[in-house]
């Protein structure tokens, strides 16, 4: 696998992917490499890859998030 340095993270992002990688029970490293994998699939239009990830990802923190918590997740952003 390859290796990468990011410099110069803006300290709001830094700071929520640290707190997203705290909720779904993920490494920081974690998070970021599913937050560009993700965002690079969707740049390739590829759904089914996608909802495949999701899914892998919705295992590995199950049982960490509450309903609540899902519903305010997908409702950020859509008001």
């Avoid at 929520?16 to 490499?33: D, H, M, Y």
Wanted: no cysteine; net charge positive; glycine share 4%.
């Amino acid at each position: 696998m390859a290796n990468i340095t990011v410099k110069n993270i803006p300290e709001k992002t830094y700071q929520i992917l640290k707190e997203l990688a705290k909720r779904n029970n993920r490494s920081l490293n974690s998070e970021i490499i599913l937050s560009l994998q993700l965002h690079a699939l969707r740049s390739e239009n590829n759904n089914s890859k996608i909802l495949e990830l999701a899914r892998k990802a919705q295992t590995m923190g199950k049982g960490f998030l509450t309903d609540s918590e899902i519903i305010a997740a997908k409702q950020t952003g859509r008001e």
